[in-house]
């Protein structure tokens, strides 16, 4: 059995020389298999070991995005929707709504008021304005933008807001030129008027108050 394990021709080893196997006693018996080169071994964990995710308990909770759900999404119903959002149902729109009354009322006292301080042609034009206004206003032709600002206007008007009164005038012939081209105009022509009605009642008033003040000072005399 000797020649299986040591390899024959060398006969000059030592008696404590260790054997030399044979590789051929190696293939014919069978040896240890080495571990392949091209085989991954794992590296060693320091915790315990891991278990795969199809193993785990039915307690633990799942990895990653969770399933879709089969059953249909809820309706959010009538009844939870916010108050803020509710609105008010049969409410009447005519109480915000301006009055022709309001508007034309003012204009025709303006308009009595510049009668004799103005020329009888242009007080008549500006009346004829007036009516027209009042037609479309009542045939329901003017938008409800127009019938504000005309409020505006007119309170500005009687206010004696002669500049913010001619803005409201320019907005209107720029934004609403088709519905108001035909009698702003006389509304125009109206606010001059007043206005300069207004100037020569000032320079009135002025002077009358000049001359009583000047009738209290004792020792004055006015000339004639």
Same mark, same amino acid.
């Given at each position: @059995? ?5 390899? #024959?021709?060398?006969?000059?080893? =030592? ?8 590789? =051929? ?11 392949? %080169? ?46 803020? $959002?509710?609105? #008010?149902?049969?409410?009447?729109? +005519? /109480?915000?709504?301006?009055? +022709? *009354? &309001?508007?034309? $009322? #003012? ?5 009595? &008021? ?10 008549? &034009? +500006?009346?004829?304005?007036?009516? %027209?206004? /009042? ?10 933008? !127009?019938?504000?600002? @005309? ?15 001619? &803005? ?15 009698? @702003? ?16 009642? *000032?320079?009135?008033? =002025?002077?009358?108050?000049?001359? !009583?003040?000047?009738?209290? +000072?004792?020792?004055?005399? /006015?000339?004639?």
């Amino acid at each position: @059995m000797a020649e299986l394990y040591v390899k #024959p021709g060398n006969k000059e080893r =030592g008696w404590n020389d260790p054997p030399q196997f044979s590789y =051929g006693l190696q293939t014919q018996a069978g040896g240890p298999k080495r571990t392949p %080169l091209t085989k991954r071994v794992a590296a060693p964990q320091d915790g315990p070991p891991r278990v795969p995710t199809s193993e785990t308990s039915p307690g633990s909770p799942p990895v990653g995005p969770p399933p879709p759900s089969s059953k249909p999404p809820r309706l959010q119903t009538v009844g939870s929707c916010p108050a803020s $959002r509710v609105e #008010p149902v049969g409410l009447p729109v +005519i /109480q915000s709504e301006a009055l +022709i *009354e &309001d508007v034309l $009322r #003012p204009l025709e006292q303006a308009l009595e &008021d510049c009668r004799g301080h103005t020329k009888r042609q242009v007080c008549d &034009d +500006i009346s004829r304005r007036l009516v %027209l206004l /009042q037609e479309q206003w009542a045939g329901g032709k003017l938008s409800a933008s !127009v019938k504000k600002r @005309m409020v505006l206007l007119v309170q500005e008007l009687s206010s004696h807001h002669w500049d913010a009164a001619d &803005d409201i005038h320019r907005s209107l012939m720029v934004d609403h030129v088709t519905e108001v081209s035909q009698w @702003m105009v006389g509304v125009k022509r109206l606010i001059a008027e007043k206005k300069s009605l207004s100037s020569v009642e *000032e320079v009135n008033e =002025g002077k009358s108050a000049a001359a !009583v003040e000047n009738q209290t +000072i004792p020792g004055f005399h /006015q000339v004639p």
